[in-house]
């Protein structure tokens, strides 16, 4: 009798076990060029500032590279900000043609560019009237557009009228995806230290993975805004092949738990 039910027992226990397993969530970060990623959870993936062309300051995909992204699926396109190392025209068209069901969500300045050259229906223009605001749900993913203005480089006693006409004309946007109980926040180039950024309403968005540029923890201040965010994960982007060693000897001294991502189809998994 004893015998019997340490059986059912541990076929109770296995049964438990697989029945955790099968509810296991697991997020892909695939890293295309630069900033740019594709995120893939279950049936579901997200492309972030992926589709754009040659370029002379960073990493960029050749034609063979855009050909294999171009045949891969993507719910949803983001495009954070209209730099040519983020975003061009001519391969988001391309993209966005030949996957008619894929939505882009950009800056007005992306959208007026693509508009009548393909479906408006694919077209979702992003819009803050705050901090935050919600741009829309599609297909098991939720969108959320942030103010993040993009960093800039200024002398010290540039007037303040600069700094706003260069954030009016290039804004940036970061986004906070949710896909399959997985929150993961881009950012784009956003500069950190900007007073528009809400720190307080980012760490209660319980981020899972904040995907940042580079110079973030190099940065006065940027090791304690990765802290203050509340991150469980973050992967760095925006660096270039021969920045690599030296940028991952500093980070395992700084932020021995991140990642770096930087040639492209490179990727990083999770699980929770």
Do not use: C
């Not at 060029?33 to 893939?40: L, P, T």
């Not at 589709?51 to 954070?80: E, G, P, Q, W």
Request: glycine letters at 4%.
């Amino acid at each position: 009798m004893k015998s019997t039910l340490m059986k059912m027992n541990v076929i109770f226990i296995s049964i438990l076990s697989l029945t955790h397993l099968s509810y296991a969530s697991e997020l892909t970060i695939e890293h295309v060029a630069n900033a740019g990623v594709r995120i893939v959870s279950d049936k579901n993936a997200i492309l972030v500032d992926a589709l754009f062309n040659t370029n002379k300051y960073y990493n960029y995909l050749n034609d063979s590279d855009f050909k294999r992204l171009n045949n891969k699926n993507a719910d949803i396109a983001l495009v954070t900000h209209s730099h040519s190392d983020h975003y061009t025209a001519d391969r988001t068209l391309k993209y966005l043609q030949n996957h008619p069901e894929t939505m882009l969500v950009a800056p007005l300045s992306v959208t007026t560019e693509l508009a009548g050259k393909i479906g408006n229906k694919q077209l979702h223009t992003s819009r803050l009237t705050g901090f935050s605001d919600k741009q829309l749900d599609h297909k098991n993913i939720s969108i959320t557009a942030l103010n993040f203005p993009h960093v800039g480089v200024f002398a010290p006693d540039a007037p303040a009228s600069l700094k706003v006409r260069f954030h009016k004309e290039f804004p940036n946007y970061a986004y906070l995806i949710e896909v399959n109980d997985w929150k993961i926040i881009h950012i784009g180039d956003g500069d950190f230290t900007s007073s528009e950024i809400d720190i307080e309403k980012l760490a209660s968005m319980n981020i899972d993975v904040a995907l940042l540029p580079s110079w973030i923890p190099e940065e006065d201040g940027g090791l304690d805004f990765i802290k203050r965010i509340k991150a469980n994960k973050v992967v760095f982007m925006h660096l270039t092949d021969e920045e690599t060693e030296g940028y991952n000897k500093n980070l395992k001294t700084v932020l021995p738990v991140a990642n770096i991502l930087v040639t492209g189809f490179e990727s990083v998994t999770f699980i929770k």
